[in-house]
Every structure is written in structure tokens, then in C-alpha cells.
């Protein structure tokens, strides 16, 4: 089972990856003279995308989706794949890449 999952979120992975190649970096803006980088595209909390552990105790909640006070566990890879391709729409996905391993939890991290 272990085997199976790592092998899907490797593939699901490896195709954010290859479509953040896609995705045009966050530009600066000018105005007034002055270049400004919007902070919203360049700063990252795990949070904001959610946290992936798909072998996340069913004591939490039974869906692909559980809400545990502030944050967002996601056991279904292709929703949190899909989760990272809308943020990396929204912020730069260079910073996605970099702090992607801050969202994996459990079974993914060994």
C-alpha cells in the first residue's frame, strides 16, 4: 500500500513540477519611478496551501478534506496536486517549489 501511494505522489509531483516550468514568475510592479514586488506572491505559510498526509487518523474526519482548527490536511494526492497548481497561479512558483516539504506530513516524509 505504502509503495502505491509513494509511486502516485511521485507521478502527481512530478507533474506540478513539470507545469511549474509553465507558469510565468511574479513580476514587479512600477510605479511612481519605484519597483515594488507584491509581498502577497513572494511570501509563503504552509498553511495557505494545506498539508498532504494521506494516512491521516480517520478519528479527524472521514474525507479526502479534513479541517483541524486552522489547517488543511489533505489525504487525496490529486486534490492537494491540484491545490499547488492553484497557488502557484496566485504566488510565484518558485516559492511553492522551495517550501513544498514544509506541507508533507507522516508516510510521505520517510
Known amino acids: ?3 502505491i501511494i509513494a509511486t502516485n505522489v511521485t507521478i502527481s509531483f ?3 513540477f513539470f507545469k511549474f516550468n509553465l507558469i510565468p514568475p511574479s ?3 512600477i510605479s ?3 519597483i515594488s514586488i507584491d509581498p502577497s506572491k513572494t511570501s509563503f505559510k504552509a498553511e495557505e496551501l494545506g498539508f498532504f498526509d494521506p494516512e491521516f487518523p ?3 474526519g472521514l474525507g479526502d478534506v479534513v479541517k483541524t482548527g ?3 490536511i489533505y ?3 490529486h486534490l492537494f496536486v491540484q491545490r ?3 497557488m502557484a497561479s496566485i504566488k510565484d512558483d518558485k516559492v511553492i517549489n522551495y517550501n513544498l516539504p514544509l506541507c508533507l506530513r507522516g508516510v510521505i516524509l520517510e
Open 1 to 3: 500500500m505504502a509503495e
Open 14 to 16: 512530478a507533474t506540478v
Open 27 to 29: 513580476t514587479p510592479t
Open 32 to 34: 511612481n519611478g519605484s
Open 58 to 60: 480517520i478519528e479527524y
Open 70 to 72: 486552522k489547517n488543511t
Open 75 to 77: 489525504r487525496s494526492v
Open 84 to 86: 499547488i497548481t492553484d
